[in-house]
């Protein structure tokens, strides 16, 4: 027989206010086994915590209902209180009087006798309670990071020295990422190189790190603790464990004249390769798109010059799976395409060109050894004019959102420029200064008022190219309320900050959300900022959103915090809320397989004691499953059923308004 | 030679050859066309096929007691040929399952093997559309008001006997389990009135939506002359509508109700 415990919550004055608790108690007390009715002020509080435990033992009740708030508030609480009890936290069920009740209604009569049907309805469910307990699943202590820029970097590291060990995948053949294209840092002028390399060489040395250089994910199966992740391995064509980056490969290499990915295209790189000389792994790999021997049979130069025997024309792709229990995404950030301004040249013009670029010509180890010089004559650029927001806060031609870092990275590049080029002028067209960062305010001030940078702010309508080569800009002092002409050498377009490419296709194999311009989405936009709806992948860097490099920074130690939390136990604990097949009625037509959005159905083959297939049938992977109900909504035969809202207690539940 | 003539022959040829163990045809008892297992070539003589011939043979292939005969050669029109194929995409049917005697339109395919029905299916029958006086029965219903059809299909469904022939008849219908059978808890009423009749109809209906490949068993079945291909033809309409695909074509074809994809539309959510 059912003794079930009704425990009226008045929730101050939220639910007493328009719902009669003492009449709703009273009603509860009729109800067929309800043998326990109360009504109490706050019921999440300690002393009505105590009165339902002692109501649990003294009256022996087999469920609880609690009618009180939300149960995404307070459910957790009651539950935990029944089980200190000694009941499965399982047989307690909550009816929201507040937000489904008095939150909602005005009329106090109707809302009463509305919270008794909402009573009601639980106390029938109750009755069909099952025990149930929680799930416990093996956690595999490895983390994958995806991404060996700075987050994945500082990610991947933090991890690594909190004892558990990470596999770092990298898809170009070295880590760091575009931290590792940048001259100085704002806002202390730090030179990028020197904070970042010795982060390299430590992720490389590191006895807990397996770098995965010129590889990438591949495809995903599996779960928080226990994903299978493919890894392909790109065929590199020089055997590293031979290598040992002496250089006189490249050196020998015929084809010198491929733009360099490192250099934005400014300078030139072999088809045997290392992206640049501090690269970690030190190592080449070929560029099979402009290999002469790759593309037509002839050459062997390299394999020549190699002392070591270390080049292998007929290296394959490798596919590697990897067992992890945790993966940070890291995969951070491209330059918006500006060719979409043709007002700005569309792209044709040599002498327009983006962050990057003029990281590249300020940068001591970039194309120019660091003196800016334009891309089309090699001539020092006597005016330079820097164009901010191009393509952010646009949503007609560009994106919507402000890419964050361009105010300060603008000012960066006046104030290098200016340093450089003493006599120079340096133009800013803004449309507003945002410098919101510890030291920030104070960087853009410098370039401001120690630099001489002009800011203007406008935008800016047109840039062409004089017949001598000048870029004339166009554009408007909105301030000085008057239209604006810069006779200029160089422009440079801070363009928006939009996702890697690609980086949709990552996010369906992890099954993480993102957002519509393609950043990952976080689980909540405040509270689990590292977190996505999938659990056990957290987000770390600009692939969630534009962001510089201490952000970018903090947010991979959260991430990596996350993730040896989630290592710290040796198994998973999760609700039991799960889908069950019952395999005496599934006919195997696999329509809950298509339309389960975690891939936690699976095939299943039950077989005799020979080991003859005598039925196949769909089989609920616990791991997966997250308890939604969407394969209980498609089975024809109604043959699943979900643990905790069951057939029969839904039914019951509808039955019992009737 | 008569087609029917080569359908025997074939029919004849499978099983001496030991291709397949029976071969599901008809035979004809006056007027009436009902099934026959033809487990010996020299019985094949017996098979007919006309237009007469209603019921949808791939029924048999996943009934346990036909299994046991051996593999089966199956009689099948285009319809009952996209209903093997819609087995296959939904794992009711593996490659090597069955063989197909194919009777086309005015035409006979000879014998296939369940991979290359999907091929002829696409070449030669994409276009299959329903009778041109069903399309006129959609018309009409479709241009009543909400009630007036309410009120037709109340007036229809309260006929249903509840004999389930109209399951019985469907290769779609291959549940061992219907969900009208389940007890724990009863969602559906078994009695044959009221609700439970209107629930019946319009689940069996909603089951087959974007699965029922057009060959008519159903109603055939149906004792009553309730207007079964109205509510199938009316649901496949919209299924082709709003998912641009039909049933039976693709043996690779995912759930229609059950699939989706990042770019789905979401213009439902107002």
């Known amino acids: ?658 | 030679m008569e087609m029917i003539d080569a359908l025997r022959a074939d029919a004849a040829k499978v099983l001496a050859d030991g291709r397949a163990k029976v071969v599901i045809g008809y035979q004809a008892r006056g007027d009436h066309r009902a099934p026959l297992f033809v487990t010996t070539a020299d019985r094949a003589a017996s098979l007919v096929y006309d237009d007469a011939c209603k019921q949808n043979l791939a029924v048999y292939l996943r009934k346990p007691e036909v299994k046991l005969l051996g593999k089966a050669a199956v009689v099948a029109s285009p319809a009952a040929m996209r209903s093997l194929v819609l087995l296959m995409s939904e794992s009711q049917l593996t490659g090597d399952d069955a063989l197909v005697l194919a009777v086309g339109v005015g035409e006979y395919h000879g014998v296939l093997e369940l991979a290359q029905v999907a091929p002829l299916l696409k070449e030669k029958y994409a276009a299959l559309a329903p009778s041109p006086e069903l399309l006129r029965e959609i018309e009409k219903l479709a241009a009543k008001t909400p009630e007036e059809r309410a009120a037709f299909w109340a007036k229809q469904f309260a006929k249903c006997t509840r004999c389930y022939a109209c399951r019985a008849a469907c290769p779609g219908c291959y549940c061992t389990r219907c969900i009208v059978e389940k007890n724990v808890p009863q969602w559906i009423s078994t009695a044959a009135a009221g609700h439970g009749n209107y629930a019946w109809n319009v689940i069996r209906a909603f089951h087959l939506a974007g699965r029922c490949t057009g060959c008519g068993a159903c109603e055939a079945a149906c004792p009553q002359g309730i207007p079964l291909m109205l509510l199938n033809v009316l649901l496949g309409q919209e299924v082709e509508k709003e998912f641009e695909t039909k049933a039976g074509y693709d043996p690779e074809a995912k759930p229609v109700i059950g699939s989706w994809n990042p770019e789905d539309e979401e213009d439902f959510i107002k």
């Open chain 1, 1 to 658: 027989m059912a003794r079930v415990g009704v425990f009226l919550c008045h929730c101050g004055e939220n639910i007493g206010r328009t719902v009669d608790c003492a009449a709703v108690t009273a009603a509860a007390a009729k109800m067929p086994g309800v043998v326990h009715a109360v009504d109490y002020k706050y019921m999440c509080s300690d002393p009505g915590q105590q009165m339902i435990k002692q109501a649990i033992v003294e009256k022996k009740l087999t469920g609880v209902v609690v009618g009180a708030c939300s149960p995404r508030m307070h459910e957790p609480t009651f539950r935990r209180a029944a089980a200190e009890a000694g009941l499965n936290p399982f047989l307690l069920e909550m009816s929201n009087l507040r937000e489904h009740c008095s939150w909602v209604h005005e009329d106090r009569a109707k809302a009463t006798e509305k919270a008794v049907d909402l009573v009601r309805v639980m106390v029938e469910k109750v009755k069909h309670n099952r025990k149930l307990h929680s799930i416990r699943v093996p956690i595999e202590p490895t983390a994958m990071v995806v991404g060996g820029g700075i987050a994945g970097i500082q990610a991947a590291l933090d991890i690594a020295n909190g004892g558990k060990k990470v596999i770092l995948v990298e898809k170009s053949p070295s880590i760091g990422g575009h931290m590792a294209r940048l001259s100085e840092t704002f806002p202390t002028l730090d030179c990028s190189q020197c904070i970042l390399t010795p982060r390299m060489v430590e992720v490389a040395s590191h006895p807990n790190i397996t770098l995965m250089a010129y590889s990438e994910v591949e495809s995903v199966e599996g779960f928080v603790g226990n994903f299978d992740v493919t890894v392909r391995k790109k065929a590199r064509y020089v055997d590293w464990s031979k290598c040992t980056g002496c250089g006189d490969c490249w050196a020998k290499c015929p084809v010198k004249k491929i733009p360099s990915e490192f250099d934005a295209g400014l300078g030139k790189r072999t088809a045997i390769y290392r992206p640049f000389p501090q690269a970690v792994p030190n190592k080449p790999v070929i560029d099979q798109e402009h290999c002469i021997m790759l593309t037509k049979g002839k050459c062997g130069a390299c394999a020549k010059a190699c002392q070591r025997g270390a080049i292998n024309y007929k290296d394959q792709d490798e596919l590697v799976k990897i067992k992890v229990g945790a993966v940070v995404l890291a995969t951070g950030f491209d330059l918006w395409d500006h060719s979409a301004y043709g007002e700005y040249g569309g792209g044709r013009w040599a002498d327009v060109i983006d962050g990057f670029q003029f990281e590249r010509l300020a940068s001591a180890s970039g194309p120019t050894d660091g003196e800016i010089r334009r891309p089309s004559d090699g001539r020092i650029p006597q005016t330079v004019v820097f164009i901010q927001c191009c393509g952010s806060r646009d949503d007609k031609m560009g994106k919507a959102y402000c890419s964050k870092i361009c105010c300060m990275y603008t000012a960066k590049h006046a104030m290098l420029y200016k340093h450089k080029v003493h006599e120079g002028r340096a133009v800013i067209f803004y449309m507003d200064i945002r410098a919101g960062g510890k030291g920030y305010e104070e960087f853009v001030r410098r370039a401001i008022e120690a630099d001489g940078a002009e800011y203007v702010r406008g935008r800016v309508s047109r840039i062409y190219r004089r017949a001598d080569g000048k870029l004339i800009v166009k554009g408007a002092d909105t301030l000085a309320g008057r239209p604006m002409t810069v006779e200029a050498d160089l422009v440079v377009l801070a363009d928006a900050i939009v996702p890697r490419t690609g980086s949709e296709r990552l996010a369906q194999m992890f099954g993480v959300g993102y957002d519509t311009d393609g950043f990952y989405s976080e689980a909540h936009p405040k509270l689990r900022p590292v977190e996505t709806s999938a659990a056990g992948v957290f987000l770390a860097g600009a692939c969630q959103a534009p962001k510089d490099i201490p952000d970018a920074v903090s947010q991979a130690s959260a991430a990596a915090s996350k993730v040896l939390g989630l290592f710290s136990k040796p198994e998973l604990e999760r609700e039991p809320i799960i889908a069950r097949v019952n395999e005496n009625t599934c006919v195997h037509c696999r329509a809950c397989i298509a339309a389960c959005p975690y891939g936690a159905i699976e095939d299943f083959e039950i077989k005799d004691r020979k080991g003859n297939v005598v039925k196949r049938v769909a089989r609920v992977n616990e791991g997966l499953c997250q308890g939604c109900g969407t394969c209980v909504a498609i089975c024809r035969s109604n043959s699943i059923d979900l643990d905790g809202f069951t057939d029969e207690q839904v039914f019951s539940e509808i039955v019992t308004l009737e």
